[in-house]
């Protein structure tokens, strides 16, 4: 465990349930920070002995199935210190030359946040293409000032109770540093699975309430001539409407934008998205087909009497 003596006033938020394996490199990457605090959600793994071993503070989330999720009840709730927060998520992590840039940013009087751009790495090798790079993420802000999007997906199960999608709303102008952040998994890929497996039901959510007309009211909205994460929203809402979207989104990424040249991990990266692609296709259908719900079974057309008898009178 690596020891700063100068500390940098920031407050840093990390999401975390059961992550030991990622969570020792990723605290060794914000010991520079003024204060850390792991928001845990009942982990049953050595997380919170990991967190307690590099001095953070550990926080208990018990999530509600409702909103606010992990990351806006941390703003609202915890004891920050600070007035800048960075969130970095488990299998991120922030090299010395970021903090570097954090230091003298932070001091700025002009801005109240900062994107951060992501390295993805998968297999083992930066995902330098395919789209990936450059990926911006609104993490650092004045926290008074943020707040996550509700993107009105909370209805939906199995989606998690952390937000991972949504994106902060911020007072203010905001800037762009120029050193990456780095993504780097050390789960293996039935995590990688596992895990888009719940992003799917919340991306079908998004594409159903994009195709039902939702507005844009509590988001950052759809604009193709705004920031980065605005023109991305606005492409969305044409994607939706799109035939054939798995074979698209394999050709998109690994002929059109060049995925090919990360070599096997780009094509296997390929693959998996245009399975994702369909996995999102499928619940959408269900939520298309259901009154906009998953997993819905009508007991009175499919259950036997004497079986809905026995449900009903245990």
Same mark, same amino acid.
């Given at each position: 465990m690596s020891i700063e003596l100068n500390k940098i006033p920031v407050s840093v938020i990390i999401?975390?349930?059961?992550?030991? &394996?990622?969570?020792?490199?990723?605290?060794?990457?914000?010991?520079?920070a003024d204060e850390i605090f792991v928001v845990d959600s009942q982990s049953s793994d050595h997380s919170g002995e990991i967190t307690r071993h @590099?001095?953070? %503070?550990?926080?208990?989330? $018990?999530?509600?199935?409702?909103?606010?999720?992990?990351?806006?009840?941390?703003?609202e709730n915890l004891p920050l210190r600070n007035e800048w927060i960075l969130i970095v998520d488990? #299998?991120?992590?922030?090299?010395?030359?970021?903090? #570097?840039?954090?230091?003298?940013?932070?001091? %700025?009087?002009? @801005?109240?946040? $900062? $994107?951060? %751009?992501?390295?993805?790495?998968f297999l083992g090798k930066w995902i330098r293409y395919g789209g990936k790079y450059p990926d911006w993420n609104l993490r650092l802000f004045k926290h008074k000032l943020g707040r996550y999007e509700n993107l009105k997906t909370e209805d939906i199960p199995n989606t998690g109770d952390n937000e991972v999608h949504e994106h902060?709303? =911020?007072?203010?102008?905001?800037? $762009?540093?120029?050193? #990456?952040? &780095?993504?780097? #998994?050390?789960?293996?890929?039935y995590h990688w699975l596992e895990r888009h497996n719940r992003y799917s039901n919340w991306e079908a959510r998004v594409y159903y309430n994009l195709l039902s007309g939702q507005g844009n009211e509590g988001t950052i909205g759809s604009n193709l001539f705004g920031d980065a994460v605005q023109r991305k929203r606005f492409l969305k809402k044409i994607w939706v409407r799109l035939p054939f979207k798995p074979l698209l989104r394999f050709i998109l990424f690994y002929i059109i934008r060049l995925g090919f040249l990360d070599g096997k991990a780009g094509y296997i990266y390929a693959? =998996? &998205?245009?399975? @994702?692609? @369909?996995?999102?296709g499928v619940k959408l259908y269900e939520l298309r087909n259901f009154g906009g719900a998953? %997993?819905?079974?009508?007991?009175?057309?499919?259950?036997?009497v004497q079986a809905k008898s026995e449900v009903l009178t245990r």
């Open positions: 999401p975390a349930k059961n992550e030991e &394996l990622n969570l020792p490199a990723c605290l060794e990457s914000v010991a520079r @590099y001095g953070a %503070n550990l926080v208990q989330f $018990y999530f509600n199935g409702g909103w606010p999720k992990k990351k806006n009840w941390s703003l488990c #299998d991120e992590r922030i090299p010395s030359e970021l903090w #570097d840039e954090i230091a003298i940013a932070i001091q %700025n009087p002009e @801005y109240n946040g $900062y $994107y951060l %751009n992501r390295k993805v790495f902060v709303i =911020l007072q203010g102008k905001v800037g $762009y540093l120029k050193n #990456d952040m &780095l993504h780097i #998994d050390f789960r293996d890929i693959r =998996l &998205l245009s399975q @994702y692609e @369909y996995q999102i998953l %997993n819905i079974a009508n007991l009175s057309q499919s259950a036997p």
